[in-house]
C-alpha cells in the first residue's frame, strides 16, 4: 500500500507550497487584502472580454481558472474564517464551477504552512520553552496546514504525536471578518440585518469555538468514550501537558486521507465496513449525544484496511451541540412515512420556522414544494433497510436537484433565509457525511432507527 502523506519518515518531503512568514491579523490588513484580490479579479474580467471584443478566444473555463487561483491564493493567506468558509463551499459540488471547487478542495487537506521560526515562537509563546524542548523530536515542518492551524509530527517517549499549532491572530480574525463581509453580503443579498443576524451568530460561534482548543480537547474525549462501543472507529488519546491555548497535542493515527486510500482501490467489504462505520458514528450522535462532529469534510478522517476497514476520526474543534427540541423535530423530517401525511408535513416546517403565518399562499406552496422535493431526495437512505450509496442514478438526482434548484427562478427571488439556524451545520454534516459514502461507493445498513435514548 502507498505511503500515507502524514506517516512520519526519516526523510519526510519538504512542504510543496512556500512557508507563510507573516499572517494579516488586522481587520486594516485583512480588509486590505480583500480589496487587492479584487482588483485582481476585476482585472481579469477587463482583460476576458477585451480580448473577445477584438475577436480573440478567450474561454470562460479560463477566467474561472485565473480568478478561483487569485481568490483561493488570498485565502490561503488570510487563513480563518474566510479560508473555512472555502473549505465548507467545496464540500458542495454543484456550488461553485469546477474551477473554483477544485482550488477551494485543496483547503481540505493542504494549504501555505506557517513557516519554522513563527512555528517556534508559537510554543515559546505558549511554554516558555522551544518544541524542541517539549518533545524527544519534532518536525518544524508541518505535515498538514489547513484553515485555523497546522499539524507536525513529534515524538515523546516513543509515542508518536500530532501536535496542532493555531496559527496567530485567528480567534481576532473572525470577529473582524465577518463584520468585514457582512454589510457587503446584505447589501448584495438585499436583507435586512435582523433578518440574517441568528444565522450569522450560528456561524460565529462555531468558528470562534474552533479556536478553543482547550473545548476540542474535552469534546474529543468525551465524545471517543461515549462512542467506544461503535466498532470500526479509532480516536487519538489527548495530551494536555504538552497542550495550550494555541496547542494541541494527540496521538498520531495510521492510516490515509480518502483520495490517497482509494488509489489504492479497497475491496467493496473494506469500502462497505468503513462507510457502515461512519454511518453508525454519526447516528449515534445524532440521536443519542445530542451532538455531532460537524467538519465531516475528507481531511477529517484517515482510513486503513485494518480489522476490514476502520476509520480515524480527526479534530473535534466544530461540534454541533442539538438542543432537544430541533432535534426531535428534525428526527420527525426523516420519519418513514412524513411525505404521505401532509398536514403533518406543513406543521413541522411550521414549527422549524420554513412556514410563516403571514406566507402568502403561493409563497406557501412554493416551501412546501422545495422542501418535499428536496426531503423525498435526501431522505431516502433514512427511510430502506440498506442503500448503496455509490448507485450512479442517486447521484445524479442529487446533482439535477441542485442544478434546478439553483435555477427556480421563484426560489431565487425568495431571498430572506428561513428555517432555525440550527439547520446550518446539520445540514452542512449530512452533505459532508453523504458525500464521503458517495466517495466510498460504500453498501450501508441504514434503516429505520432505535427510538432516541437520553444522552
Not at 526519516?10 to 480588509?31: N, Q
Not at 515562537?121 to 522551544?130: I, N, Q, T
Amino acid at each position: 500500500m502507498a505511503e500515507n502523506p502524514l506517516t512520519p519518515t526519516p526523510d519526510a518531503p519538504e512542504p510543496r507550497v512556500t512557508p507563510l512568514v507573516s499572517l494579516p491579523t488586522t481587520k486594516v490588513a485583512r480588509a486590505a487584502r480583500f480589496a487587492k484580490t479584487g482588483l485582481k479579479v476585476g482585472a481579469n474580467y477587463v482583460k476576458h472580454y477585451a480580448r473577445r471584443s477584438v475577436g480573440a478566444e478567450s474561454a470562460t473555463e479560463d477566467l474561472h481558472a485565473a480568478n478561483a487561483a487569485e481568490l483561493y491564493g488570498a485565502l490561503s493567506e488570510m487563513k480563518g474564517s474566510v479560508l473555512k468558509v472555502a473549505q465548507m463551499m467545496a464540500m458542495e459540488k454543484n456550488l461553485l464551477p469546477p474551477a473554483y471547487a477544485e482550488q477551494f478542495a485543496q483547503a481540505q487537506y493542504q494549504t501555505p504552512p506557517l513557516s519554522g521560526p513563527l512555528v517556534i515562537k508559537a510554543f515559546r509563546d505558549a511554554f516558555g520553552r522551544s518544541p524542541f524542548e517539549l518533545f524527544d523530536d519534532f518536525d518544524p515542518s508541518a505535515r498538514q496546514a489547513a484553515s485555523i492551524g497546522q499539524v507536525h509530527y513529534a515524538t515523546k517517549n516513543g509515542q508518536p504525536l500530532a501536535v496542532k499549532v493555531q496559527y496567530p491572530g485567528v480567534a481576532d480574525s473572525i470577529r473582524s471578518d465577518i463584520r468585514l463581509v457582512k454589510p457587503v453580503a446584505l447589501r448584495v443579498l438585499g436583507l435586512d440585518e435582523s433578518q440574517v443576524r441568528p444565522y450569522l451568530e450560528e456561524v460565529e460561534t462555531r468558528l470562534l469555538e474552533e479556536t478553543d482548543y482547550a473545548l476540542e480537547m474535552r469534546r474529543g474525549q468525551e465524545i471517543a468514550a461515549l462512542c467506544q462501543h461503535l466498532p470500526h472507529l479509532q480516536f487519538p488519546h489527548y495530551y494536555p501537558e504538552q497542550s495550550a491555548a494555541r496547542v494541541l497535542t494527540m496521538d498520531w493515527l495510521p492510516g490515509q486521507h480518502l483520495k490517497e486510500f482509494l488509489a489504492q482501490e479497497p475491496s467493496q467489504a473494506v469500502r462497505d465496513q468503513l462507510g457502515q462505520a461512519l454511518w453508525d458514528f454519526y447516528t449515534f450522535q445524532l440521536h443519542t449525544l445530542r451532538q455531532v462532529h460537524a467538519d465531516p469534510h475528507p481531511g477529517n478522517f484517515l482510513f486503513q484496511t485494518a480489522a476490514g476497514g476502520t476509520v480515524g476520526v480527526l479534530d473535534f474543534g466544530c461540534v454541533k451541540e442539538i438542543p432537544a427540541d430541533f432535534q426531535q423535530l428534525f428526527l420527525a423530517l426523516l420519519a418513514p412515512g412524513l411525505l404521505d401525511d401532509g398536514a403533518r408535513f406543513e406543521q413541522l416546517l411550521t414549527e422549524l420556522g420554513v412556514l410563516r403565518p403571514a406566507d402568502a399562499p403561493a409563497q406557501r406552496e412554493l416551501y412546501i414544494r422545495t422542501i418535499r422535493a428536496s426531503l423525498a431526495l435526501v431522505g431516502r437512505p433514512f427511510w430502506q433497510p440498506t442503500f448503496d450509496f455509490g448507485d450512479p442514478a442517486y447521484l445524479q438526482q442529487l446533482y439535477a436537484l441542485g442544478e434546478e434548484l439553483m435555477q427556480e427562478p421563484e426560489l431565487r427571488r425568495q431571498r430572506e433565509p428561513r428555517g432555525s439556524e440550527h439547520f446550518i451545520y446539520l445540514n452542512r454534516t449530512y452533505v459532508g457525511l453523504y458525500a464521503l459514502l458517495t466517495e466510498l461507493k460504500a453498501h450501508v445498513r441504514t434503516g429505520v432507527q432505535a427510538p432516541v435514548a437520553a444522552a
